[in-house]
Each structure stands twice: as C-alpha cells, then as structure tokens.
C-alpha cells in the first residue's frame, strides 16, 4: 500500500508533528485482481452473463427486450476499496443503465445504504452522462446525485471506476482522478452510509428517466446493449452475510483504509479541473430540491 504526504486533507489541515493518524491519498497500486469465480455470483439473466477468458477475470453482462443482467459479490464488505474498469455499450443506447454500486437493500428493507455509478445512456453526438448517489439509513428522499460529463468515449475502451469508501469519506475516482468527495459530518447522522454493503454491477432499461429526463427511451433495435468488466479489486473488510452483525466489531481498524485522511493537494487540483469542465449537476446547488442545503454541502461552502 503506497500513501501520499504531507497531510493536507481535503476538508481537515493537520500536522505530522501533531497527529500519527493523518494519512493522505490513496494508491491501489498493488491490490490483487479478482476473478469472478472467487468473488461473485450472478444475480440475474443467467446466460447474459458470459466470461470472456479462460480465467474468469473478463465479464460480459447484457440488455435484450427480455432481460436485463447483473452480478454481485459474494461476500459483503464494510469500509472498503471497489474498483473495476468497464467498456461501455456502443451505437444507440439512450435508455441504457449501466451500473457499478454497493448496497444492502437486500438486508435492510426499510433502512438501505447505497454507493452508486450509474452510467445513464448515450444519444449520439451528445457525450456520456455519468452519476454517483449515496444513501444512508433509508434516506432516499434525499438523493445526493451529481452527474458529469465523461471526457472521453467510455464505449472504445476499458475505463476504470473506482469507490472508496471508510468510516469518514467517500471518494468516487475515473481512471484514477477523484471526481466527488464526500465527508462525513455530526448533522448527516445516518446519512452517511455506515452498514455493510454488497458490490453490484448491473444493466437495466431506464426509459422512464436514464436519459433526458426520460426523454429518450431505449431502442431494442440495436439490442443486445453489452457491458464489459474486467480488473475487479475488492479490498477491505469482508463480512459473512449470515454472520455479518458479529463479525463487522472487526472492521474498525481491519485495514489501512482505516487512516485515510483525505486527498493530497495534487488530487484535489486534479479533482477541481475535473468538476469545472465536466461537472452538470449537484444536488448541492439544487435549491428548488433543497432551499436549505444539505449538510455536508454547507461544510464544504465554508472551506
């Protein structure tokens, strides 16, 4: 594991002269690659779901007028590193869904938590749309979207998308760029996603809203919609799903994510001209949603 110094965090100044805890940047430099058989089960559309080598480390997943497709991970995880790169569907594809996401809806009916990538579509000669959302405890009147422009065709070649996640922070990266920041402050209470969390990945028709608004619907014409990962990275702290109550006393300090601080200056500049070119929306800047911003929108407006 490889960490960046000097401790400037991107919402905390500290000192290594005064704290041993502060630790900036994150590398993944090193962390293992997973193959599918030892991380994932498919969740659905069985045979849309197709190993495109031999080691299983290549997944292909895919949309057709019958069905939609998807995986999600084996184990659940608490306060962890996801990483993969996907190739996104080509030609026509307003409508389209791509994900890359966390939650444990499935265990906590009333009170999910949600990490999410959604990748909302394309009509051409318009550029891709990327999401990222959170949800803590439920809360999912109160969406905490932002939506980006990608700078490159995500269609043409592998890109990798990458969550952080620990007990304080959230960091959602392209190619190794932070694009969001998310920290956690007292007001959020439950907001900030804190249980732990199952990996998705998925491709659904969004019609009703993925594009535009819902303005472009998805178009079967050019069915089957293919979406390809590969390079999985699930590093942290895995919970039994049957056990995971006991066994998560284990994750406070199971790994190094645990000393996470905040991004180094060359991020945060990395991230600035990242959301200056292709930032479109944030919920922070919403007021016709929230006329008393959110929280950790008002932190960050202080800083």
Aim: net charge positive; glycine share 8%; charged share 20%.
């Amino acid at each position: 594991m490889v960490f960046n110094f000097p401790c400037l965090g991107f919402l905390i100044l500290c000192t290594a002269l005064i704290t041993t805890n502060c630790v900036l940047g994150f590398s993944s430099k090193g962390l293992p690659i997973s193959s599918f058989n030892e991380s994932f089960f498919r969740l659905y559309g069985n045979n849309r779901v197709i190993f495109l080598d031999n080691e299983g480390k290549s997944v292909q997943i895919s949309l057709d007028k019958s069905s939609g497709s998807g995986f999600l991970s084996q184990d659940m995880y608490l306060h962890s590193y996801f990483s993969a790169s996907i190739k996104l569907p080509g030609n026509y594809t307003a409508g389209v869904v791509v994900t890359f996401y966390t939650s444990n809806g499935d265990e906590y009916k009333t009170n999910h938590d949600e990490i999410d990538f959604e990748f909302l579509g394309h009509v051409r000669g318009k550029p891709w749309l990327v999401q990222t959302n959170i949800y803590g405890n439920g809360s999912t009147n109160r969406g905490r979207e932002e939506r980006y422009n990608l700078w490159f065709d995500p269609t043409q070649d592998f890109h990798t998308y990458s969550i952080l996640w620990t007990s304080k922070w959230i960091v959602f990266y392209v190619d190794e760029v932070p694009i969001r920041v998310v920290q956690k402050v007292d007001a959020m209470g439950g907001d900030f996603p804190s249980k732990a969390m199952t990996l998705f990945a998925t491709i659904w028709d969004g019609s009703a809203w993925a594009t535009s608004g819902g303005k472009h619907k998805v178009n079967y014409k050019y069915a089957p919609f293919l979406a390809k990962y590969s390079n999985f990275v699930l590093y942290g702290c895995s919970l039994d799903p049957i056990q995971k109550e006991l066994a998560a006393e284990k994750c406070g300090s199971a790994t190094d994510l645990s000393t996470f601080n905040g991004l180094t200056t060359e991020e945060k500049s990395k991230m600035m001209k990242f959301r200056m070119k292709n930032l479109i929306y944030s919920y922070c800047n919403d007021r016709s949603r929230y006329p008393i911003p959110l929280p950790e929108c008002i932190v960050k407006r202080k800083l």
